[in-house]
């Protein structure tokens, strides 16, 4: 057996990044690539959006108290456990019960959460406000032992 060098071949080197795929340092600028988002995101659920989202929209209003002065009488308080107990249940209640309608829900989850990635602090607030007007004025229809 030969203790030469040239008994193992080594690769010269690894060939260099390309410079449009090396991502930037601030990893999460508005200028990030979407493309990944579209690799990680659920699948498609075709013309459920509007309905996934209403059915979000009511249980956040199942699942969240709402500020003081919009209490009703005979209310009652939901505590943060009970919050994702109630959320967690309705969503594996769904996927059984309407695994497209689901999908759809998934989704808009996926959308949301990126939209808000990429915005400044200012512009979360407002769409943050809007969202809880509009939940708040859902959650006056709803009956009050809805989240029981």
Same mark, same amino acid.
């Given at each position: 057996?030969?203790?030469?060098?040239?008994?193992?071949?080594?690769?010269?080197?690894?060939?260099?990044?390309r410079?449009?795929?090396?991502?930037?340092?601030?990893?999460?600028?508005?200028?990030?690539?979407? $493309? %990944?988002? =579209? @690799?990680?995101?659920?699948?498609?659920?075709? &013309?459920?959006? *509007?309905?996934? !989202? $209403? %059915?979000? =929209? @009511?249980l956040?209003?199942?699942?969240?108290? &709402?500020?003081? *002065?919009?209490? !009703?009488?005979?209310a009652?308080?939901?505590?943060?456990?009970?919050?994702?107990?109630?959320r967690?249940?309705s969503?594996?209640?769904?996927?059984?019960?309407?695994?497209?309608?689901?999908?759809?829900?998934?989704?808009?989850?996926?959308?949301?959460?990126?939209?808000?990635?990429?915005?400044?602090?200012?512009?979360?607030?407002?769409?943050?406000?809007?969202?809880?007007?509009?939940i708040?004025?859902?959650?006056?229809?709803?009956?009050?032992?809805?989240a029981?």
């Amino acid at each position: 057996m030969s203790d030469s060098k040239t008994s193992r071949m080594q690769p010269a080197s690894r060939p260099a990044a390309r410079p449009d795929a090396v991502s930037s340092p601030n990893a999460r600028s508005p200028n990030v690539d979407k $493309r %990944w988002f =579209d @690799i990680l995101a659920p699948p498609k659920a075709r &013309g459920r959006k *509007r309905k996934a !989202r $209403r %059915w979000l =929209d @009511i249980l956040t209003a199942r699942c969240t108290n &709402g500020i003081p *002065r919009e209490r !009703r009488p005979g209310a009652r308080y939901i505590s943060f456990d009970e919050s994702v107990r109630i959320r967690q249940s309705s969503l594996d209640e769904l996927e059984v019960r309407d695994p497209l309608l689901y999908r759809a829900v998934r989704e808009v989850m996926w959308d949301n959460l990126i939209s808000d990635l990429g915005i400044t602090r200012e512009e979360w607030r407002l769409r943050a406000t809007r969202h809880m007007r509009r939940i708040a004025k859902i959650r006056a229809t709803l009956p009050l032992d809805v989240a029981t």
